[in-house]
């Protein structure tokens, strides 16, 4: 067996593709009509069509369960925040946090409320330790995450 996509349902379509074309810079990789993926191999799914493939005809679809994410990760998180600022529409989960092991967040909602994070890579925070003059084991012992993986993500 092999995982293939996540697929989001949505109540627009071009609303959503407008969403993730514009806040996360993906595009669609093959259209189906009903159905699109992108870039990422995420997939979107009409809400017409999603009770009938699920066997489920005439039943209402709900959104913003909060259960879920789509997880990004951004090596220049200040400049996405700073872009996602002037946009209009943007509906944050939360603002900007730094979680416990370093790592810096922020969770925003699609139109559908389907909640989308956007992650500084691990190796930021990593770099950000260095240069406060961490060294490896101090910065793998601050992440919570074995000294392998610092010394693999700094090289």
Same mark, same amino acid.
């Given at each position: 067996? %092999?995982? %293939?996509? *996540? ?8 609303? @959503? ?15 189906? !009509?009903?159905?699109?993926? =992108? ?13 009938? =493939?699920? !066997?489920?005809? !005439? %039943? ?28 209009? !529409?943007?509906?944050?989960?939360? *603002? ?14 699609? *139109? ?8 500084? @890579? ?12 961490? @060294? @490896? ?11 392998? =993986?610092?010394?693999?993500?700094? %090289?």
């Amino acid at each position: 067996m %092999k995982f %293939k996509n *996540p697929l989001f349902v949505v109540s627009d379509m071009d609303r @959503s593709l407008q969403f993730y074309q514009t806040v996360l810079g993906l595009r669609v990789t093959a259209d189906f !009509g009903a159905n699109k993926t =992108l870039t990422g191999g995420i997939c979107l799914q009409t809400a017409q069509s999603w009770p009938t =493939l699920i !066997g489920e005809a !005439g %039943k209402a679809v709900a959104f913003g369960g909060r259960d879920a994410e789509l997880y990004f990760e951004e090596d220049d998180l200040d400049g996405f925040l700073a872009k996602i600022e002037t946009m209009e !529409g943007i509906e944050y989960v939360h *603002p900007l946090i730094e979680h416990r092991w370093g790592q810096r967040a922020i969770r925003i909602y699609d *139109p559908d409320r389907h909640i989308i994070e956007v992650g500084e @890579s691990l190796r930021m925070p990593m770099l950000r330790f260095a240069a406060q003059g961490m @060294s @490896s084991e101090q910065i793998a012992a601050r992440m919570e995450v074995p000294l392998s =993986l610092v010394e693999r993500l700094m %090289k």
